[in-house]
């Protein structure tokens, strides 16, 4: 049986320190640093060797994990540490912007190391677990390198060799999810101003997040967005569009915020006045989307 590969770990987050603490239950020396020393006390404690300084931290392993608030911390911490980089594969598990990972493959690469990017679909106690799963981009040789080590954090859903696909994708994710949280503290603030305790309603908003995906049809919706063809069904978007006029009209009758409602009713206005008052409520998607041309511009290079 081999010999697990060392590996590094910078930013000592919440998520970081699950990540440090997976690997070491992995049986992998585990090399830290973060900007506060004291956050690595209790991962010394548990085996992880703590580094004097961001290249010494670089130079203990081939495989070098970040876990920072975004891309710009890269540069700051790895900065000072460039000459130690050459021949290393660093993977960049902050969040950022699809074209910020893209210049950040350009300057890893002129400084001599290989970027993969990523995006974590999971919260920290998901990690190592079956439920937990991690976006990678970059080149593919460097990612089958580091593979297995990576596999540990959750299931690798590799995307290509564009640097930018893992993050477009999770901020995709994340796009649902934020705005899926958003909707169900609006909604709590719904009920409450009419007298239904947040305790009482969130079950409740529960139930409404499990049965949405029959709305998505499968892979209906996709299929209809991508497409452009919306055949209209019992959820048309002139359905749809009086059912936002109304949830606009109730958080403005009892004083709630209304911006969020406010922004899905101007989707439906606008996919009405596109002539899509027959089609289905994922015609809606037309007027969000890019133009094509700029879609076709912005298509990742494999």
């Given at each position: 049986?081999?010999?697990?590969?060392?590996?590094?770990?910078?930013?000592?987050?919440?998520?970081?320190?699950?990540?440090?603490?997976?690997?070491?239950?992995?049986?992998?020396?585990?090399?830290?640093?973060?900007?506060?020393?004291?956050?690595?006390?209790?991962?010394?404690?548990?085996?992880?060797?703590?580094?004097?300084?961001?290249?010494?931290?670089?130079?203990?392993?081939?495989?070098?994990?970040?876990?920072?608030?975004?891309?710009?911390?890269?540069?700051?911490?790895?900065?000072?540490?460039?000459?130690?980089?050459?021949?290393?594969?660093?993977?960049?598990?902050?969040?950022?912007?699809?074209?910020?990972?893209?210049?950040?493959?350009?300057?890893?690469?002129?400084?001599?190391?290989?970027?993969?990017?990523?995006?974590?679909?999971?919260?920290?106690?998901?990690?190592?677990?079956?439920?937990?799963?991690?976006?990678?981009?970059?080149?593919?040789?460097?990612?089958?390198?580091?593979?297995?080590?990576?596999?540990?954090?959750?299931?690798?859903?590799?995307?290509?060799?564009?640097?930018?696909?893992?993050?477009?994708?999770?901020?995709?994710?994340?796009?649902?999810?934020?705005?899926?949280?958003?909707?169900?503290?609006?909604?709590?603030?719904?009920?409450?101003?009419?007298?239904?305790?947040?305790?009482?309603?969130?079950?409740?908003?529960?139930?409404?997040?499990?049965?949405?995906?029959?709305?998505?049809?499968?892979?209906?919706?996709?299929?209809?967005?991508?497409?452009?063809?919306?055949?209209?069904?019992l959820s048309t978007a002139t359905?749809?569009?009086?059912?936002?006029?109304?949830?606009?009209?109730?958080?403005?009758?009892?004083?709630?915020?209304?911006?969020?409602?406010r922004a899905v009713l101007s989707?439906?206005?606008?996919?009405?006045?596109?002539?899509?008052?027959?089609?289905?409520?994922?015609?809606?998607?037309?007027?969000?989307?890019?133009?094509?041309?700029?879609?076709?511009?912005?298509?990742?290079?494999?």
């Amino acid at each position: 049986m081999s010999t697990p590969t060392p590996v590094t770990l910078i930013g000592l987050g919440p998520m970081g320190q699950a990540m440090v603490r997976t690997f070491l239950a992995a049986g992998h020396g585990v090399t830290v640093w973060n900007r506060t020393p004291s956050r690595a006390d209790a991962l010394v404690a548990e085996g992880a060797v703590l580094a004097g300084s961001p290249a010494e931290a670089v130079a203990a392993s081939d495989v070098v994990v970040l876990s920072l608030t975004d891309y710009a911390a890269m540069y700051d911490v790895l900065g000072p540490a460039s000459d130690a980089l050459r021949g290393r594969t660093i993977v960049n598990l902050s969040s950022d912007t699809p074209g910020a990972t893209r210049v950040a493959a350009r300057w890893a690469a002129d400084h001599g190391a290989t970027l993969v990017t990523g995006g974590v679909m999971a919260p920290p106690p998901m990690l190592g677990t079956t439920e937990a799963y991690v976006y990678y981009s970059g080149p593919e040789a460097a990612f089958r390198a580091a593979e297995s080590t990576l596999a540990l954090l959750g299931e690798p859903r590799y995307l290509g060799a564009d640097a930018g696909l893992a993050q477009l994708m999770y901020q995709a994710q994340l796009d649902v999810f934020l705005t899926a949280l958003s909707g169900v503290a609006h909604a709590a603030a719904l009920a409450e101003a009419a007298g239904v305790p947040p305790t009482r309603f969130v079950p409740e908003a529960l139930q409404t997040l499990v049965t949405t995906p029959a709305m998505l049809g499968g892979d209906g919706a996709g299929v209809e967005f991508e497409t452009g063809v919306h055949p209209g069904h019992l959820s048309t978007a002139t359905m749809m569009g009086a059912t936002a006029a109304h949830v606009v009209g109730a958080s403005e009758e009892l004083g709630v915020d209304a911006a969020l409602p406010r922004a899905v009713l101007s989707h439906y206005e606008r996919a009405l006045a596109a002539g899509h008052a027959r089609d289905s409520w994922t015609a809606i998607f037309e007027v969000i989307r890019a133009p094509r041309a700029a879609v076709a511009e912005t298509a990742p290079v494999e």
